[in-house]
């Protein structure tokens, strides 16, 4: 079985995991693993990310994945 880039990276230690929680419009990053990714996922065309959550992930050096599911 063959991954994307954005799957290998999502399987690494330490990843953001970039989420667009219910009823958002921005991206908000986080550390535990969301669930899986569906075939056509309705969040896919959010680009925007939290500033905040940016700003802590780059401190910290963090690798990240957008999710979407």
Known sequence: MEFDAASLAARRE???YWIVPAGM???HGITDKPGPWPATPRTASITAQCAGCVTEYQRR???SAVWDF
């Open 14 to 16: 330490g990843v953001v």
């Open 25 to 27: 419009k921005v991206r």
């Open 61 to 63: 050096g963090s690798p």
